[in-house]
């Protein structure tokens, strides 16, 4: 697949369809649909796709369009737009990749928004749209694994969000093509409160009587001499 000579207007209006789809926005629709076509980034039937997804958005109701935002890409892991949460979940590895990732943006440039988190698809979009075609295709390669399991559950879903993952696969230079998804635990089990003294693991709780794992850590040469530390 060649590289878009071009791509920097239509990431940022992926980026914005991504967004909640406020009133603000949908002020712009035409704008949006205008930067994709003159442009030319994607394949006319991805371009048909997107402009259905404009046309929904533009037809209202507001209430209507918000409510689908919220119960599509807030209610349940596989289809959240922070990428991380399909890679790291709540563990503590999450906390590293977000600097890491903000780091990156700081280097070019890119300064986020008070409360957003740098692994929002959004801003990771907003990110790659900055990098010259080449580059942005790389950084979006690096996420297409997970890109991929978000528009396979909107397609799941009947989404017409999902055109817009696809969108995003295409720049990658990926196919958007459906995989197999993980089971999805239930909202509520996702938002339960921990067990009091239950401890902790990457994956949730686990309780003092279940097997832990351990770490060696080799000591440091010409040091003096002890034993090995086992930490639980």
């Known amino acids: 697949m060649t590289i878009a000579p071009k791509m920097t207007l239509t990431l940022r209006v992926l980026a914005h369809l991504l967004r909640y789809p406020d009133a603000t926005l949908c002020a712009h629709l035409d704008e949006l649909g205008s930067a994709l076509h003159g442009e030319a980034a994607l394949s006319p039937d991805r371009l048909v796709e997107l402009d259905q997804l404009i046309e929904r958005l533009r037809a209202g109701p507001a209430l209507r369009a918000e409510a689908e935002y919220v119960e599509i890409f807030d209610r349940g892991r596989r289809t959240a737009l922070h ?47 900055t990098q010259p075609p080449k580059r942005a295709r790389e950084f979006l390669g ?4 997970i890109v991929r399991v978000i528009f396979s559950a909107l397609l799941e879903r009947a989404s017409p969000y999902a055109s817009v993952l696809a969108a995003v696969l295409d720049l990658a230079g990926e196919k958007a093509e459906k995989v197999r998804l993980p089971e999805e635990s ?9 067990e009091a003294f239950g401890g902790c693991s990457t994956q949730g709780q686990a309780r003092s009587d279940q097997p832990q794992p351990i770490h060696f850590v080799r000591p440091v040469a010409g040091a003096h001499s002890t034993p090995s530390r086992v930490t639980p």
Request: aromatic fraction near 8%.
């Open 83 to 129: 990428l991380f949460e399909h890679v790291h979940g709540d563990s503590r590895d999450r906390g590293p990749a977000m600097i890491d990732l903000a780091q990156t943006y700081e280097r070019a440039g890119l300064l986020l928004d008070i409360g957003e988190l740098p692994d929002y698809l959004p801003v990771v979009l907003e990110f790659a749209s």
């Open 142 to 145: 690096e996420t297409a694994h």
């Open 186 to 194: 239930a909202l509520d089990e996702c938002w339960a409160e921990p």
